[in-house]
């Protein structure tokens, strides 16, 4: 069975702006629920398994990095009790928070595309080979200003303390499928946006969460068959939710045939 995301209240407030996380489409996250739901959560490292300290210092990362304008909003300021729980960092996650920020913007890349891109942007699409309509939210977008180049930057945490490491993990966490989701939701786009771009490239950038912090990057799209793995992995997970899908309609409507059937006779 498709199972929907629970929503929790940190959810709600943080997002109280934001109905991306209830649009009826499907996202790369829904792909990863339903191959814990067939394979078992052992078969992909699963966030079900990660510390809820980890999430809310990811959540809290991504918040003050690319959402800085969220950060000590009005209700936090009047509210502090029902605060989204991505500002409940012990003082040691706040000095480590801050640590990785500089770092980051210390970067000329990623200083760079911070200041050019839009970020937490969100992409609706259709996949031509399904039919499903999907959705994706991107940590930052960049496209030339003639629309001919785009380039989607993902930043990522990592324990990984070498660039082969981060690379492994990119295979490990099925980041591969991501990268291919999130390229072919701008080529197929419902508003066309990306219709004439030329060029898509998708890059990872990973920070250390230990010291040294360093940061390591992974050109997706230049890696030998990497994006097209990626690819067939996302179109046989969709195909999965499609196949979900069609069999719960029917069984519902088996259903309602048959109470109709028990009513009249």
């Known amino acids: 069975m498709v199972t929907q995301r629970s929503t929790s209240a940190s959810d709600l407030l943080v997002n109280f702006h934001d109905d991306y996380r209830i649009l009826p489409r499907v996202s790369n996250s829904d792909l990863t629920r339903l191959k814990e739901e067939h394979l078992g959560y052992w078969s992909t490292p699963s966030a079900r398994f990660i510390p809820e300290k980890t999430k809310v210092f990811g959540?809290?990362?991504?918040?003050?990095?690319?959402?800085?304008?969220?950060?000590?909003?009005?209700?936090?300021?009047?509210?502090?009790?029902?605060?989204?729980?991505?500002?409940?960092?012990?003082?040691?996650?706040?000095?480590?928070?801050?640590?990785?920020?500089?770092?980051?913007?210390?970067?000329?890349?990623?200083?760079?595309?911070?200041?050019?891109?839009?970020?937490?942007?969100?992409?609706?699409?259709?996949?031509?080979?399904?039919?499903?309509?999907?959705?994706?939210?991107?940590?930052?977008?960049?496209?030339s200003p003639k629309r001919q180049n785009a380039l989607i930057i993902d930043l990522k945490t990592t324990s990984a303390r070498t660039q082969a490491q981060f690379l492994e993990s990119c295979y490990t966490y099925d980041y591969d499928r991501q990268a291919a989701f999130y390229l072919d939701s701008l080529r197929n786009a419902d508003d066309g946006s990306w219709a004439t771009t030329k060029r898509l490239r998708f890059v990872f950038i990973g920070i250390m969460k230990q010291r040294p912090h360093r940061l390591f990057a992974v050109d997706?799209?230049?890696?030998?068959?990497?994006?097209?793995?990626?690819?067939?992995?996302?179109?046989?997970?969709?195909?999965?939710?499609?196949?979900?899908?069609?069999?719960?309609?029917?069984?519902?409507?088996?259903?309602?045939?048959?109470?109709?059937?028990l009513w009249v006779a």
């Open 220 to 261: 997706a799209t230049s890696i030998p068959g990497f994006m097209e793995y990626g690819q067939k992995k996302y179109r046989f997970w969709l195909r999965k939710w499609q196949e979900t899908v069609n069999n719960e309609q029917s069984q519902q409507g088996t259903a309602a045939v048959n109470s109709e059937r």
């Open 59 to 143: 959540r809290a990362f991504h918040q003050h990095l690319l959402e800085p304008e969220t950060v000590g909003t009005v209700l936090q300021q009047l509210l502090p009790d029902m605060a989204p729980e991505t500002m409940a960092l012990a003082p040691a996650q706040s000095e480590q928070l801050a640590t990785l920020m500089k770092t980051i913007r210390q970067d000329a890349f990623c200083r760079r595309y911070l200041r050019l891109s839009e970020r937490e942007k969100i992409v609706l699409s259709t996949d031509p080979t399904t039919g499903v309509a999907c959705k994706a939210r991107l940590d930052m977008v960049y496209t």
